[in-house]
């Protein structure tokens, strides 16, 4: 089972085999969704500026690159136009930081601070795509409770829970 410690020298997570590989998969996954974004072949790509950012029609997309201006529809595509760029290359810095600290047959790494909040931000973006792609509420404890062990999103649920634990650890690790 994952674990997470302060320790002198930084922040110990350790992580068993399956849940290296997990990690691994949904942050492959993550980058994979992320893909390389719009409007980064013209010329002012060079700059951060997307020539056609527009809100995607992928409910996880639309997500992790919500509107800012929900009320004044070009604010929000110039606003998306000069800052989409730069957020998915965040968001993949986070998950490639992630990949990088994992190890081939369990994990056992020891982090600084930034590296940690790295960690967070991915974790809180693979939980925003789960959770999404599960349309997850605030019942879905009592959802999952009576759900079928075979229902095919079973480990998806446990994915998302398993989680939301590491991520509590690192905070918790932090305070």
Known sequence: ??????????FRVRLEPEETALLRALMEQLLALLGEGPGEDGELASL?????????DDPVLA?????????????????RR????GLR???REAAQAVLGALGEHGTDAVLD?????????ALNDVRLALGTRLDI???????VGGMDPRDPRAPMFAAYDWLTMLQDGLVRALQ
């Open 137 to 143: 509420t605030e019942d879905w404890y009592e959802e």
């Open 82 to 85: 000069y800052t989409e760029m």
């Open 89 to 91: 290359d965040g968001k």
């Open 113 to 121: 601070e930034k590296q940690v909040q790295e960690w967070l931000r």
């Open 1 to 10: 089972m994952s674990h997470v410690r302060k320790k002198r020298e930084g």
């Open 63 to 79: 997500r992790l690159f919500p509107d800012a201006y929900r009320d004044d529809g070009e604010a929000a595509g110039e606003f």
């Open 48 to 56: 951060g500026i997307a020539e056609n950012a527009t809100k995607s």
